[in-house]
């Protein structure tokens, strides 16, 4: 059976966790193949709000098993919170949860770690969360983290003890100022908490489930502009956020990819420092993130928001091979009279369709195409059919340019709030037909 993948095509935020919701009905697991606790994913359903940092976003539905998979690195303090806090809400999450024996653990010195080296970096810092997700993965390419099988062995506390001692060296040497004890019993409670869940390996599970013949989703996190080797380096996410990673990061055969759905919003968002090339600065800027409640699920930081970036778009849909796309966030547009996208850049003297090696401030300008606003509320819009023209010319406009079809439009938070662009009929948590 193959694997389907979800997955962000921008600089992450673009709304995978309301869509993994809607989706995961269909599937019998969902799991989570890169990043860490920097996610959120934020779920809205009957007037509830629930923000997912490390657990995979199909933990509502009872018969989805979730996965939290080798490519993930985890925060055993912020997992037992989250797992906790759904409890508390009545959500079986013990029932339902599988983690990763292969899975690397962030300790509490590769937090201070990451606090550290930003703090050296001054005005050139990456805009890291600061949740020590970098140096864990650090760690893992230098073939010294604590994974999470570890704590099932008998000298778990040894070889912890032994990573903390590295750490303490670097810290020392950067001459920044810690105290561990305020840290160390939450961690320690945290890890007795990780030894009472599901711990499996997770490859076999994934290829047992394979051979059975039960739907997979792959759920990423952050987005394909963020990603380790096509973001916009340096100021990226330390992970694989293409479809690639939902191979090294499950244990997936790349010959097992099957449908592969890559989101967007249908403007830009960027949390952070790196280049934004259509980014929108004073008022009209700050329109846009009230209108669309740009402020980081995980962090708070309000995000830098600007219009959608086609040739950056184009990329990343090459890059992960997309076959569908949902366009997410279109009811926030609805405030606008006019809607612009970048369709190409002007770069070194050349109009250019493609995204260039750099990216750097001041050196793309954006050419600009304008399509005309819908101005009317489409957060009650239940059919395809009810859009307004001007969102659906948008909408026919932008297939037409990326030469993949626009399946699903999601016009606010809820799940019932996703239409099925190419139906007639509204979108049913449980009405996919796969």
Known sequence: MAVDVLLGLQWGDEGKGKIVDVFAPKYDIVARFQGGPNAGHTIVFDGKKFVLHLIPSGIFHPNTACLIGNGVVIDPVTLKKEVETLIKAGIPVREHLLISRKAHLILPTHKLLDAAREERRGEQKIGSTLRGIGPTYSDKIGRAGIRVGDIELSDFQERYAGAVNGHKEFLDMYGYQYDLTTWQAEFDDAIEFLRSLKLVDSEHYLHEAQEAGKKILAEGAQGTLLDIDFGSYPFVTSSTTTTAGACTGLGIAPGSIGRVFGIFKAYCTRVGSGPFPTELHGEEGDELR?????????????????????????????INGVTDLIMMKADVLQIRSEIKVGEAYRHQGQLRYDLPYSLEDGQLEPVWRSFPGWEEDITGVRRASEV??????????????????????????????????????AVSPRGFDF
């Open 388 to 425: 307004p023209h001007a969102l659906r010319e948008y909408v026919n406009w932008l297939e037409q340019e990326i030469g993949v079809p626009i399946t699903y439009l999601s016009v606010g938070p809820d799940r019932a709030q996703t239409l099925e662009m190419h139906s007639n009929e």
């Open 290 to 318: 009230r209108a669309g409640g740009e402020f980081g699920a995980t962090t708070g930081r309000p995000r830098r928001t600007g219009w959608l970036d086609l040739p950056a778009l184009k990329y990343a849909v090459r």
